[in-house]
């Protein structure tokens, strides 16, 4: 804070909890992610595995992988989009007087789905006609995505709802960057991902066989770091 007073460097992973996170190509080759067995993995190690060296703070406050987080929440935030129909679920009794109410209106997410249309309608240039102006680092940047679609396991949100999320989350980024992958278990939402869905997507990674659900994130960074090793993508920042 003292060299730069709009940002904070974290001095430990519980300071900075987030699935969401942006990085260098340089620190996706030099982490060894494809050293991490996916049969005991979660989901949030997708994250963690790349923040490890934040618990040597004290001893090296400049090494790789550090968390820095802006001060004001605003300047660069997301969204856990599942938190308004977690908490739609969680106070149904007082939401909802009637059983049958509480059955069909507490998994609604009708203001997720506003948003999601309203940033299609702004920014799909199927509709609009023209590209968001992006800016040459953005260009060279790629989002990438882990997305369970249409698969039972980790996760709590319903099965429907996943997809409404993933546009919603979709043309969030797309206003700012360009380059947009998916990373998926089934070959129904590769299907659905280039046929049906909409989205201008660069890539979809399908990744078959995987021991659960939950090994999805860490299995879709190992698969960015073979592709940016190898050259098949040019991007500079994950």
């Not at 989901?43 to 060296?53: D, G, K, L, W």
């Not at 599942?82 to 969680?90: A, D, G, Q, V």
């Not at 949100?157 to 998926?184: D, T």
């Given at each position: 804070e003292?060299?730069n007073?709009e940002?904070h460097?974290c001095?430990?992973?519980f300071?900075?909890y987030?699935a969401s996170?942006?990085?260098?190509?340089?620190h996706m080759?030099?982490?060894k992610?494809?050293?991490f067995?996916?049969s005991?993995?979660?989901?949030?190690?997708?994250?963690?595995?790349h923040m490890?060296?934040?618990n040597?703070?004290?001893?090296n406050?400049?090494?790789?992988?550090m968390?820095i987080q802006?001060?004001?929440?605003?300047?660069?935030s997301v969204?856990?989009?599942?938190?308004?129909?977690?908490?739609s679920?969680k106070?149904?009794h007082?939401l909802w007087?009637s059983?049958?109410?509480?059955?069909?209106?507490w998994?609604?997410i009708?203001?997720?789905?506003k948003?999601?249309s309203?940033?299609?309608?702004?920014f799909?240039p199927?509709?609009?006609?023209?590209?968001?102006n992006?800016t040459n680092?953005?260009?060279k940047t790629?989002?990438?995505?882990?997305?369970?679609?249409g698969?039972m396991g980790?996760?709590?949100s319903?099965?429907?709802?996943r997809f409404?999320?993933l546009?919603?989350?979709?043309?969030?980024f797309?206003?700012?960057?360009?380059?947009i992958?998916?990373g998926?278990s089934?070959?129904e939402?590769?299907?659905w991902g280039?046929?049906q869905?909409?989205l201008?997507w660069f890539?979809i990674?399908?990744?078959?066989?995987?021991?659960k659900?939950a090994?999805?994130p860490?299995?879709t960074?190992?698969?960015?770091k073979?592709r940016?090793?190898s050259?098949e993508?040019?991007f500079?920042y994950?």
């Amino acid at each position: 804070e003292k060299e730069n007073l709009e940002l904070h460097l974290c001095n430990g992973v519980f300071e900075a909890y987030s699935a969401s996170y942006l990085t260098t190509k340089k620190h996706m080759i030099e982490v060894k992610s494809e050293g991490f067995n996916l049969s005991w993995v979660n989901c949030e190690m997708a994250s963690f595995i790349h923040m490890r060296e934040s618990n040597n703070f004290y001893i090296n406050p400049k090494g790789e992988g550090m968390i820095i987080q802006t001060l004001d929440v605003l300047d660069f935030s997301v969204i856990h989009l599942s938190t308004f129909e977690r908490s739609s679920k969680k106070y149904r009794h007082r939401l909802w007087q009637s059983k049958a109410d509480i059955k069909s209106q507490w998994s609604k997410i009708d203001p997720v789905e506003k948003a999601a249309s309203i940033l299609n309608e702004k920014f799909n240039p199927n509709i609009t006609k023209r590209f968001p102006n992006w800016t040459n680092e953005a260009k060279k940047t790629v989002v990438v995505m882990p997305f369970l679609g249409g698969a039972m396991g980790a996760g709590h949100s319903e099965l429907g709802n996943r997809f409404e999320y993933l546009k919603a989350c979709f043309w969030s980024f797309y206003e700012f960057i360009p380059n947009i992958v998916m990373g998926v278990s089934r070959k129904e939402d590769v299907d659905w991902g280039f046929q049906q869905s909409g989205l201008p997507w660069f890539d979809i990674i399908l990744l078959e066989n995987l021991p659960k659900s939950a090994s999805l994130p860490v299995a879709t960074t190992q698969q960015v770091k073979k592709r940016l090793q190898s050259g098949e993508w040019k991007f500079d920042y994950v």
